[in-house]
């Protein structure tokens, strides 16, 4: 029997990465994962893996910074799965790395539209479903960078303090109607975000700011997320959670 049987979950960027880790992990926990995505070839890999190993999920195309496509997905999911109990939103894009004064204003408005207004409207769209079924758990996937300023991130820093104030207020506003929210912060992990990285300023800090010297991998957050949405963690909200082998230690 696992910690999140007949529970309905919906993952965001679940096409790889995080997002694909933690879809799986929440499926072998005994969840249906509505696995969403911009990228609908990887997507339904991750239903194909899911479904190889027994578990039940389902694809649905979803874009987080477009409000009409989030109410609607989230509605369907809500009529057609008849709950919506658990939701990771973790959809996010690295960016373009610049100095502040050189950032273009097109690409702070991508960063800002995805990775902050798109946590935004997936959490209106899923706290409306949770509050008629009488509550649910969150977590929204931030950064290190949500709690450090970033050399060349300024934009993706910003973006992902918000997701952390968008956390605590979350928290703090639903609490009391049983919506427990809390958020992942990980360090760095190997997943395709880091493709655009250069591979010299991973290892320097890597070898330099982690204490484990070695990069963190998406199943390790994964299993962190299962943690915070599962009955292990009932009296944990609005909490910040670091993974990221020791980095701001
Ligand atoms: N990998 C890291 O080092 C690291 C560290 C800290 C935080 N994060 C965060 O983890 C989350 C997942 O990233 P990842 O590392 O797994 O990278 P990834 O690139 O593998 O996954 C991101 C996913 O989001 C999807 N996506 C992008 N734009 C989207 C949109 N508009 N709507 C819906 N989906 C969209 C992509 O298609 C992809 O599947 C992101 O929010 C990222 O900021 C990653």
């Known amino acids: 029997m696992g910690k999140l049987e007949n529970k309905v979950a919906l993952v965001t960027g679940a096409a790889t990465g995080i997002g694909r880790?933690?879809?799986?992990?929440?499926?072998?926990?005994?969840?249906?994962v509505m696995v969403t995505d911009i990228n609908e070839k990887e997507g339904l890999e991750t239903v194909n893996r899911i479904e190889k190993d027994g578990g039940k999920a389902?694809?649905?195309?979803?874009?987080?910074?477009?409000?009409?496509?989030?109410?609607?997905?989230?509605?369907?999911?809500?009529?057609?799965?008849?709950?919506?109990?658990?939701?990771?939103?973790n959809a996010g894009?690295?960016?373009?790395?610049?100095?502040?004064?050189e950032v273009k204003?097109?690409?702070?408005?991508?960063?800002?539209?995805?990775?902050?207004t798109g946590v935004f409207l997936c959490l209106q769209a899923e706290i409306k479903c949770m509050l008629q079924k009488g509550g649910g758990r969150i977590v929204n996937v931030a950064s290190l960078a949500g709690l450090n300023g970033m050399p060349g991130g300024s934009s993706y820093s910003a973006a992902k303090h918000g997701v952390i104030g968008l956390t605590k207020s979350v928290a703090v506003e639903y609490g009391k109607l049983n919506i427990r929210?809390?958020?992942?912060?990980?360090?760095?992990?190997?997943?395709?975000?880091?493709?655009?990285?250069?591979?010299?300023?991973?290892?320097n800090s890597t070898n330099t700011r982690v204490p484990m010297k070695r990069i963190g991998q998406p199943e390790e957050v994964a299993k962190a997320i299962v943690w915070l949405l599962s009955e292990d963690s009932t009296y944990v909200n609005g909490h910040p959670l670091l993974i990221d082998g020791g980095f701001m230690a």
């Open 93 to 101: 894009i690295g960016g373009v790395p610049n100095a502040l004064h």
């Open 181 to 203: 929210t809390n958020a992942v912060c990980p360090g760095f992990i190997q997943t395709p975000i880091l493709d655009g990285v250069p591979q010299s300023m991973l290892d």
């Open 58 to 89: 389902k694809f649905l195309h979803l874009d987080v910074s477009k409000k009409e496509q989030v109410d609607a997905v989230v509605m369907e999911i809500f009529t057609t799965e008849g709950s919506l109990d658990l939701a990771v939103n």
């Open 21 to 32: 880790a933690t879809a799986i992990a929440l499926a072998k926990e005994g969840a249906k």
């Open 105 to 116: 204003f097109e690409n702070w408005e991508k960063m800002m539209n995805i990775n902050l």
